[in-house]
């Protein structure tokens, strides 16, 4: 399909490239606007990050959005979005996100998350506070896990101890 409407004289036919085409008209449904009036694509808000599997960075991640990691990281991961270490993935540091995704091996604690999905294959060394986790066939953790309470239920068993003298 043409981006154009071709108007070409007699004997000219057959060339795509001919001196005597015209632009599409303006509200034509084949009319594409110049690149200097196209507005740049808006990525949808909290986008996705990805760090490719050939990568290995040292640092801090924060910020929204979602992060893929399919390469390897050192460094403290907070963010407002999803968290995934892709099988064949490393991370080590601590991890702050709502949903953590779970395929690689992570060195480090994961805090204050929704939810954490442990998948086959991946490995958890450190601690897990979430409020749920679901954990797959093959996979492997060694660290304390919490899930299922939140900080004012925490609180309130701690306090109820307290006064009991237990």
Avoid: C, Y
């Amino acid at each position: 399909m043409a981006l154009w409407k071709e108007t070409l004289p007699p004997g000219t036919a057959g060339n795509p490239i001919s001196p005597h085409t015209t632009p599409p008209e303006r509200n034509s449904p084949d009319a594409t606007p110049p690149s200097s009036m196209r507005r740049p694509k808006e990525r949808a808000e909290g986008g996705e990050s990805v760090i490719a599997a050939n990568l290995t960075i040292e640092g801090k991640i924060e910020g929204s959005g979602n992060v893929r990691m399919a390469g390897r990281f050192k460094g403290d991961v907070r963010i407002d979005g999803n968290f995934s270490i892709e099988t064949g993935a490393h991370l080590t540091g601590q991890v702050m996100a709502a949903v953590v995704v779970v395929g690689g091996e992570l060195q480090g604690n994961i805090e204050s998350a929704k939810r954490v999905d442990v998948l086959e294959g991946g490995v958890i060394v450190g601690d897990v506070k979430a409020g749920s986790i679901t954990v797959a066939a093959g996979s492997r953790m060694r660290g304390h896990v919490e899930f299922g309470w939140d900080d004012e239920k925490i609180a309130k068993i701690d306090l109820g101890r307290m006064g009991d003298g237990k």
